[in-house]
């Protein structure tokens, strides 16, 4: 089954600097990568997603790239600010009713 | 208008005590999902289902029983409640395939 990695566990950057998360998944079925912010005590959001057949995508100060024969994908954060810092996840889905998360990285951004 | 939609947001019981938490979408969706979410924040999927029908089950004990009286509807019951049932529960929906997934409130199941 599919099977996602997540780094780091945590992450501290300075306001203004970015911020990069990567993700691995195993299974090369899939084709569908979105990523969701989880603020303290609230429900995970999508904020950005991306599909197989596309490398990069970019939403304002966030993007996402997709390597699909290493199969990962980072999500990049620039110019941080305070309300930046929850706890971010990436997933992977190869269509099957099935969204499988990684384990989340906790981003604080330090003003 | 809420998309998805748990009940109750928060649930404290005793080990041995039987639960159930609501879930129901009105977005339309064919897919539902229940997810763990553990102290160290790991969103664990549990059951998938789609139109109805169990897609998944994600090796949850067999304590653990979901039920979907309709397609907007995902019910999970749990039985001989134990201290490490203890998380955040979430559900959620998905429409087509590949596309964005709703997340309810969560439910916080303490057992005491």
């Known amino acids: 089954g599919e099977n996602v990695e997540q780094h780091p566990s945590t992450l501290s950057v300075q306001e203004g600097d970015s911020a990069v998360i990567k993700c691995t998944y195993s299974?090369?079925?899939?084709?569908?990568f979105p990523w969701y912010k989880q603020e303290l005590g609230k429900r995970p959001q999508l904020i950005i997603d991306i599909r197989s057949n596309v490398g990069e995508k970019k939403d304002q100060r966030i993007a996402v790239t997709l390597n699909k024969t290493a199969k990962h994908f980072s999500l990049h954060i620039t110019e941080t600010q305070p309300e930046d810092s929850a706890v971010y996840f990436c997933?992977?889905?190869?269509?099957?009713?099935?969204?499988?998360f990684g384990a989340g990285t906790i981003l604080r951004v330090k003003s | 208008d809420t998309a998805v939609s748990q009940t109750p947001k928060y649930l404290v019981t005793q080990m041995g005590n039987d639960k159930s938490i609501k879930c129901e979408q009105n977005l339309g969706h064919d897919t539902m999902y229940w997810y763990k979410q553990d102290s160290k924040k790991f969103l664990k999927i549990m059951f998938s289902y789609n139109n109805k029908e169990l897609i998944i089950n994600e090796t949850v004990p067999n304590r653990f029983s979901p039920k979907s009286p309709d397609k907007a509807h995902l019910n999970l019951h749990i039985n001989s409640l134990e201290l490490g049932d203890s998380a955040v529960y979430f559900c959620?929906?998905?429409?087509?395939?590949?596309?964005?997934?709703?997340f309810g409130q969560g439910t916080r199941l303490t057992v005491v």
């Open positions: 299974d090369s079925a899939s084709n569908y």
């Open positions: 959620a929906s998905q429409g087509i395939v590949n596309t964005e997934a709703f």
């Open positions: 997933a992977a889905s190869m269509g099957g009713n099935k969204l499988v």
